[in-house]
């Protein structure tokens, strides 16, 4: 071991002991400040100490010479939660380990597997398809202290911290009902919320865009909010609109967040785009105005997008306001242009009153149908939404790829894009999308990249470059083979790329985007930091050589360069090994 500036204690004549030795490395300690020379001793699923040790000693001993340690990564937005009771998700998710993550933060956007009623499984299985396994998701379970029983009796790959999704009460509660709360409805989310938070959740996620909380108002987020206020724990919001009314969805929350006194937390914070000026990248239009983009520079691109999102801009100001009046605010992002959902979001609205079925018939009928399309034709939302046909977002486009496809008749369309689809089907975006729908039962998701990697990279560095933005994935379909890069090298992109290549920021704050700061957002007590007493969630990373190896291109490969990862003390990538068995993940519980 080498002497360390990291700890104030000289330790040179000390003998320590444990069950695994770092000795050699530079510990980047997940706080952001420089990195320096240290030993790391781990007992058990705790870090025993940190500093100097020459004379330590242990069964295992990693020489880190040449390498990063730091804390594990926390991914702080994924849909995971859905997908984590499968027995296969170990090695389906090897992605996460072999780009240093070890904690996975779920429950977003209004969903969670829990708690969950019998009467709103299938809904849940219908409108989320895409979290879960191909091969289906039994729901075992109806509280959340079930659910999180049932992932630590049958082993986790990852840590897990879940949100308990305000859509998922909503649904409980009321079903798909396109109305505000009444006042027993609103008494049995709260109930329903308390018992999942003193159970371990960590706070509660809204899904404003989505259905049913679409229906919701105001209100009903700030009664619920009155409950995260009694245990502290932060509120997660997918906004209600990330379009032209994008400002006024965040000051809703914002307004949510300052009157019960609690965190709250600004899910993929990157709306704004005017309705009808979603960019689709095959058209020749599309591709002159990157290939001018390209030869202008990043600046001329940033200020481009900056003067088509306004909404974006005005969020920002109440966002600093805000924090200026002491509301704790925080938010996550992906380091691409890339967007994905499930394609019955892309609906009008009053579609869904009456639940899925009823949305399925209303699409079979012609004529309703051609009201629907000549909505989504027509649309521009407004605030509030639940004046003006409850429309938050209204986006379609033909350079959406679908997934999710179950009848062997429409196998062949899987990642296809829904114009090439129209074109073979003879018919346009609109029917096209409806019929799918209709055959698929609901249960089919888009992908959205932009593809010009140059304009993405530009514009995704932009958006994660502020220092309360921590790193998230947000992936869909885990199951399929989707094209989309963000599961395979979000935080090794960030290292490498924009860190150590573009000096964008340098690597410990690149570190802490990923660890102590998501911690810190979401409330997780001893994780995201190296220092003595925290659990022992490690990844080690070669400095020179860690990066992301996934592209638009080519979606579907391993980061390079995280050469070791422990969760709780446990190795599960060793020199570049990766181990699907020793499932050390734990439920990560409120503090």
């Given at each position: 071991g080498r002497g360390s500036d990291l700890d104030g204690d000289s330790r040179d004549e000390c003998m320590m002991t444990g069950d695994i030795l770092i000795e050699n490395g530079t510990v980047m300690d997940g706080t952001g400040k420089p990195g320096g020379p240290a030993d790391v001793i781990i007992r058990g699923d705790r870090i025993e100490d940190v500093g100097p040790f020459p004379e330590a000693s242990a069964?295992?001993?990693?020489?880190?010479?040449?390498?990063?340690?730091?804390?594990g990564f926390i991914d702080s937005h994924t849909h995971l939660d859905f997908f984590l009771p499968s027995p296969r998700h170990p090695e389906v998710m090897e992605r996460w380990a072999r780009?240093?993550?070890?904690?996975?933060?779920?429950?977003?956007?209004?969903?969670?597997?829990?708690?969950?009623?019998?009467?709103?499984?299938?809904?849940?299985?219908?409108?989320?398809?895409?979290?879960?396994?191909?091969?289906?998701?039994?729901?075992?379970?109806?509280?959340?202290?079930?659910?999180?029983?049932?992932?630590?009796?049958?082993?986790?790959?990852?840590?897990?911290?879940?949100?308990?999704?305000?859509?998922?009460l909503r649904l409980n509660a009321m079903g798909v009902g396109a109305r505000a709360s009444n006042r027993d409805e609103m008494a049995a989310m709260k109930t329903m919320l308390r018992d999942s938070l003193e159970a371990g959740s960590i706070g509660l996620s809204v899904g404003l865009m989505y259905c049913p909380g679409c229906f919701s108002r105001t209100e009903e987020i700030a009664e619920l909010g009155s409950v995260l206020a009694d245990f502290g724990a932060p509120l997660a919001a997918h906004t209600r609109g990330m379009s032209?009314?994008?400002?006024?969805?965040?000051?809703?929350?914002?307004?949510?967040?300052?009157?019960?006194?609690?965190?709250?937390?600004?899910?993929?914070?990157?709306?704004?785009?005017?309705?009808?000026t979603m960019m689709n990248p095959t058209t020749l239009k599309m591709k002159l105005i990157c290939l001018l983009g390209r030869a202008m520079g990043e600046r001329f691109v940033i200020k481009s997008a900056r003067q088509a999102t306004p909404a974006y801009d005005r969020a920002q100001e109440l966002i600093r306001q805000a924090a200026e009046r002491g509301v704790m605010i925080g938010h996550d992002m992906m380091p691409w242009m890339c967007a994905y959902?499930?394609?019955?979001?892309?609906?009008?609205?009053?579609?869904?009153?009456?639940?899925?079925?009823?949305?399925?018939?209303?699409?079979?009928?012609?004529?309703?149908?051609?009201?629907?399309?000549?909505?989504?034709?027509?649309?521009?939302?407004?605030?509030?939404?639940?004046?003006?046909?409850?429309?938050?977002?209204?986006?379609?486009?033909?350079?959406?790829?679908?997934?999710?496809?179950?009848?062997?008749?429409?196998?062949?369309?899987?990642?296809?894009?829904?114009?090439d689809i129209a074109a073979d089907r003879g018919t346009d975006l609109y029917h096209t999308a409806m019929d799918l729908i209709v055959e698929e039962e609901g249960r089919i998701f888009f992908v959205y990249t932009l593809d010009d990697q140059t304009i993405s990279d530009w514009i995704g560095a932009s958006l994660i470059s502020d220092p309360e933005c921590s790193i998230m994935t947000d992936i869909v379909g885990v199951d399929y083979p989707i094209p989309a890069p963000t599961s395979y090298g979000a935080f090794t992109k960030v290292l490498g790329q924009f860190a150590r290549d573009e000096g964008r920021l340098t690597q410990e704050e690149a570190v802490r985007k990923m660890t102590s700061l998501p911690a810190r957002q979401m409330n997780l007590k001893d994780r995201g930091v190296v220092r003595k007493g925290a659990f022992a969630d490690i990844?080690?990373?070669?400095?020179?050589?860690?990066?992301?190896?996934?592209?638009?291109?080519?979606?579907?490969?391993?980061?390079?360069g995280i050469e070791h990862v422990m969760i709780n003390g446990t190795p599960v990538l060793q020199e570049g090994r990766y181990d699907a068995h020793s499932l050390p993940g734990a439920v990560v519980k409120r503090s």
């Open positions: 069964p295992r001993v990693i020489d880190a010479r040449g390498m990063v340690v730091a804390p780009q240093g993550v070890t904690t996975l933060v779920t429950g977003n956007c209004g969903f969670s597997p829990a708690p969950i009623s019998p009467g709103s499984v299938e809904t849940v299985r219908t409108y989320w398809n895409f979290a879960l396994p191909r091969d289906g998701l039994s729901f075992e379970w109806s509280s959340m202290s079930e659910y999180m029983d049932c992932l630590a009796r049958n082993g986790l790959a990852y840590n897990t911290a879940i949100f308990t999704g305000h859509n998922v032209e009314t994008y400002d006024e969805a965040v000051g809703e929350v914002i307004h949510v967040a300052e009157r019960c006194h609690i965190p709250l937390q600004l899910s993929h914070h990157a709306g704004g785009a005017r309705t009808g959902t499930t394609l019955l979001a892309m609906l009008p609205p009053r579609l869904y009153a009456g639940g899925m079925d009823r949305v399925l018939e209303r699409l079979s009928d012609p004529e309703t149908r051609e009201e629907a399309i000549r909505e989504k034709r027509e649309a521009v939302p407004q605030w509030p939404p639940w004046d003006h046909g409850w429309w938050t977002d209204n986006w379609l486009d033909g350079s959406f790829y679908l997934s999710g496809f179950s009848l062997e008749q429409n196998l062949g369309y899987e990642n296809v894009r829904l114009q990844t080690i990373f070669d400095p020179d050589t860690v990066g992301n190896c996934a592209s638009f291109e080519n979606p579907q490969q391993f980061s390079a």
